[in-house]
């Protein structure tokens, strides 16, 4: 054996064996890697509808500064305030950064829009009758998606 292992020192390039091994740790490094890249892809797109939610309740508030209500809020008026943001009363899409307002009220609004991901992320702001009850609650669908403080459904 020995011999045959001095007569090939002038060969060279790698046995089969040498070849099979390195595919082998390649294929047990992607196995590890590639799972672990899809899900940062999806927090990325998660992240990017939360963005989106929270800009537009930015947009919301400086609608409601200049009234002093959210009621009247339209696709125009609100698109004027962030014209980056596609303002939907129906279903809306964060990949095309879409965002749903739904009907607001002189003191309530909703705002969602579904991550690439499926989840559903949603602001509602409600002001309260009394000074000092105001709300806001940040909610997502389905409520595995996200957890806040240790509350499922919450970001």
């Known amino acids: 054996m020995l011999e045959r292992l001095r007569r090939r020192r002038g ?3 790698f046995t089969l064996i040498e070849l099979l091994v390195v595919v082998i740790i390649i ?20 992240a990017a509808a939360k963005s989106l939610v929270r800009n537009a309740a ?8 200049d009234g002093n209500t959210y009621a009247g809020a339209t696709a125009t008026n609100l ?7 596609v303002w939907q009363t129906t279903a809306a899409d964060a990949a095309q ?3 749903n ?19 559903t992320y949603s602001y509602a702001k409600n002001l309260g009758a009394a000074a000092g ?12 998606a996200c957890t806040s403080n240790g509350v499922a459904g919450r970001w």
Do not use: W
């Open 79 to 85: 698109g004027t305030i962030e014209p980056n943001i």
């Open 133 to 144: 009850t105001s709300t806001v609650a940040r909610t997502c669908n389905p409520t595995t």
């Open 101 to 119: 307002f739904g009907t607001p009220t002189a003191t309530t609004f909703t705002l969602s829009t579904v991550s690439k991901s499926g989840t």
């Open 11 to 13: 060969q060279e390039g």
């Open 58 to 65: 930015t947009a919301m508030e400086a609608y409601f500064s």
């Open 27 to 46: 294929g047990l490094l992607a196995a590890i890697a590639i799972p672990a890249f899809l899900g940062q892809r999806n927090k990325a797109n998660d």
């Open 97 to 99: 950064d879409q965002v």
